[in-house]
């Protein structure tokens, strides 16, 4: 009889193979820690205008309420830190994750073949993959699988490789081996919270959201309050100040993704095609780009802030 032990293994070496980083699992269940933490973080209203944080609060502590029959969950992290970044030191910035295809389809695609690979290799295993797509406290599962600790700016870390990946999960009703979390290596530096541009990081209470570059420039659909002019460090896409400064970081190697490299104009665009973009280029540039998720008009929004 195969052993779980030997399962997961298996889907351990799967997992390389397909090209993430690393992989870990935990036994689903409901997050007894996180719930009092995220029920705080909601009451400060530290989601701003995303209210779809306050939906299925149940879930997001709970994977067996999201997928009936769950037993464990497989979390996995891929990297995206690229080769090149923007050559005009000028230019706005857009986060490096949204530099090349959207992460959603590349890695759900990556997911399905792990998930198919589990069903060949054991049998009747039933699941589902998700991709920052669905209630789920990723980070949480991430770190409680030994994949890293949670930094001061809320972003998984992981030693020799910093922070600059994707995370995503398999929910299956399959036990597993399960791993154990690794402890904190942030100690007392303070470096993201010094560097923030937007005084979004605090020691006590982590990141407060509603003040955070990446919350103005993607998830808020109104016009940026005007007092925040001058503060977004020129970035109109996300922001990578608090990983950029990230001692971790050091370690980050470039990703071998074909489908994350960028357009090669977005890498080359100045400061003035960025003003200039016209809603042609930007299709063209961010054809299968997650910077679509922001509309050509919310980018022109974000350029024009920064003037």
């Known amino acids: 009889m195969i052993t779980k032990e030997t399962y997961s293994k298996r889907i351990k070496a799967e997992a390389k193979r397909l090209g993430f980083l690393s992989c870990g699992m935990s036994k689903a269940g409901f997050l007894e820690q996180e719930a ?8 400060k209203n530290s989601h701003g205008e995303m ?60 997911l399905k073949q792990l998930l198919e690979f589990i ?9 589902r993959a998700f991709v920052d797509s669905a ?99 020129n970035w109109m896409f996300g922001c990578d100040v608090c990983q950029d400064v990230c001692p971790w970081n050091r370690f980050s190697k470039a990703h071998s993704e074909p489908l994350f490299n960028p357009n090669p104009e977005l890498l080359s665009m100045t400061k003035q095609d960025w003003e200039e973009i016209t809603y042609d280029t930007f299709n063209k540039v961010f054809q299968h780009s997650a910077v679509k998720r922001t509309k050509f008009s919310g980018l022109k929004r974000n350029i024009k802030f920064l003037e």
């Not at 069903?119 to 699941?127: A, E, I, S």
Request: glycine residues 6%.
């Open 135 to 233: 209630p789920i406290l990723e980070k949480a599962w991430a770190k409680k699988s030994g994949l890293g600790w949670i930094g001061k700016h809320s972003n998984l870390l992981t030693q020799k490789v910093g922070s600059f990946y994707f995370i995503a999960e398999l929910i299956i009703d399959l036990e597993l081996d399960y791993d154990y979390a690794v402890t904190d290596h942030c100690g007392s530096c303070t470096a993201c919270i010094d560097a923030c541009p937007t005084d979004a990081i605090t020691s006590e209470n982590g990141v407060d959201g509603s003040k955070c570059i990446s919350y103005f420039t993607i998830e808020l659909k109104e016009q940026i309050p005007s007092n925040m002019k001058g503060q977004f460090d």
């Open 51 to 110: 209210q779809y944080m306050e939906n299925h609060f149940d879930k997001r502590l709970d994977p067996t309420l999201l997928v009936e029959g769950s037993k464990s969950v497989i979390s996995l992290i891929y990297n995206y830190f690229p080769e090149n970044i923007q050559q005009d030191p000028e230019a706005p910035k857009i986060s490096k994750y949204a530099y090349g295809k959207d992460y959603h389809f590349v890695i759900k695609d990556k």
């Open 119 to 127: 069903k060949d290799d054991v049998g009747d295993v039933h699941g």
């Open 36 to 43: 009092p933490l995220l029920e705080s973080w909601l009451k």
